[in-house]
């Protein structure tokens, strides 16, 4: 298969697309692949590291209010549709991908009036306004949760999941040890992770919170994000932090950490729940308030319906509330089980397999 795929800005973006580039190498080996994203997006330094052909595009996104930059806007996206048609003659693929973000809209626009099969992904249950664009032209459309199916013609829609939990599923027995980082084996561990940025809230929270941790007879893995390191450094000045909790830049290799995880405190990312259902691990969420139309909350809210997490909205957020909620999951052996029993009955560890069949349909009925 020649697969193109378009999806920039964030990481919610790149990481499906690359888990699903991985899965479709190793059951296609003869694959080739071109991903097309923005100048100035995470995948600039992602789709390399991870061996893929990147090409770019200049783009930006509308502004919310009335502003000459969305004329800037229009141009670039015009200007993009006709270099992503150039890019579609020069690679000649059976079918586009998109995976969200502005370049995205471009490249699958110029695909479909090509008619090149086209195929979007969504991976949250609030659907994006590229995606929202796009669904109109595309041929086929995957979603990851089943609040977005009515949000788009439902004669083009399958739920795949997200194929980052196939990518985590595969880690499920991971022989990596908390030794390495100082703590043991034998003790349930809370995991804090507030994203590869981190969350200045929850890293406050967090701080705060330590003196009772060190407390707790569970283990607190706590992930400042690469940035915001020095600063929880500067705010744990004075603080001790015992024995039983490591305070971390990042957490690298995270698919193979994430199955020695008794219970996780996390932003409700697509990426993330993907992970947490595939594997089973009860979450205790705190959406980000910072993303459009709230779509972290709905997000979360799914995975509480279901019995298989927590949520901590970041404005109801303290140390207090934080350790109830941590202490009522991680002092409940029975409760954690029955989460991480809820989680996994969500998660969908197959899902690189069925978007693979999707790209399928949609080359066979163009």
Known sequence: MRLLVSGGGTGGHIYPALALIERLQQVEPDTEVLYVGTTRGLENKIVPDAGIKLETMHMQGFKRSLSLENFKTIYLFLNSVHHAKKIINDFKPDVVLGTGGYVSGAVLY????KHIPTVIHEQNSVVGVTNKFLSRY???????FDDARSQFPSEKVTMTGNPRAQQVAAQENSDFSWTS???SDDL??????GGSQGAPKINQTVVEAIPEFNKRDYQVVFATGQKRYDNVKKLLAGVKVGDNVKVVP????????????????????????????ALGVPTIMIPSPYVTANHQVKNAQALVHNNAGLMITEDKLDA????????????????RQQMAAAAKKMGRPDAADRLIKVLHKAIDEH
């Open 320 to 335: 207090r509330s934080l350790l109830v909620q941590a202490d009522k999951i991680m002092e409940d052996t029975d409760l």
């Open 110 to 113: 110029a695909a479909a009036k």
């Open 250 to 277: 990042y957490i690298k290799d995270m698919p193979a950490k994430m199955p020695k995880v008794a219970a996780l405190v996390s932003r409700a990312g697509a990426t993330t729940i993907a992970e947490v259902t």
């Open 138 to 144: 595309v041929d086929q459309i995957a979603i990851a």
């Open 181 to 183: 980082y100082g703590l």
């Open 188 to 193: 349930p561990t809370l995991m804090v992770f």
